[in-house]
């Protein structure tokens, strides 16, 4: 009986496994290429175009699931396929949190506050890295924090010292 080549989730793995990523970057890239293969009906993703997958993608509400989608899936393409995917620029578009969107020069236009977007991305960068922590504090908007004075004193007393 000749051997069977192997499957393709096997050759994500090693391909994983040989650039030394870590399992749960391994068990992340899986779900990702297993879900787009069912989104489309379990065709190989050999078979499907960048449109096809862009689709996949702009399924997912998510800013931070579908940039890690979108990083599983393109190595898959170039490293185990060994083919280029080129996607289209409205696949990898992440919607704004902070009720803007950026202007043709990458401006942040229509009341969009800057220092809460860079704030929600990168709070959104951290909960991809560290999934232990699906969500993070919400902080206070009032600046009415508690404010503490440091006043000099003196010294502590030197301690006796204690023969053993």
């Avoid at 000749?2 to 994983?16: N, Y």
């Avoid at 009720?99 to 991305?121: I, K, T």
Wanted: charged share 20%; aromatic share 8%; net charge positive.
């Amino acid at each position: 009986m000749p051997l069977q080549p192997p499957k393709l989730l096997d050759r994500v793995r090693a391909a994983l496994r040989a650039q030394h990523y870590p399992a749960h970057a391994e068990e992340a890239a899986i779900t990702w290429i297993t879900r787009l293969i069912l989104f489309h009906d379990k065709r190989h993703p050999d078979t499907l175009s960048a449109s096809e997958v862009s689709a996949f993608l702009n399924t997912l509400p998510d800013a931070a699931e579908r940039n890690a989608a979108r990083s599983a899936i393109l190595f898959l393409y170039r490293q185990v396929l060994n083919r280029p995917l080129e996607l289209p620029a409205d696949a990898t578009a992440a919607p704004l949190s902070a009720g803007g969107r950026l202007g043709e020069s990458g401006r942040l236009v229509d009341g969009g506050l800057p220092g809460r977007w860079v704030n929600s991305q990168l709070a959104e960068a951290c909960r991809f890295q560290f999934p232990q922590f699906p969500q993070f504090p919400q902080f206070p908007q009032s600046t009415n924090l508690p404010t503490y004075s440091v006043t000099p004193n003196t010294p502590p007393a030197p301690r006796p010292h204690t023969s053993g």
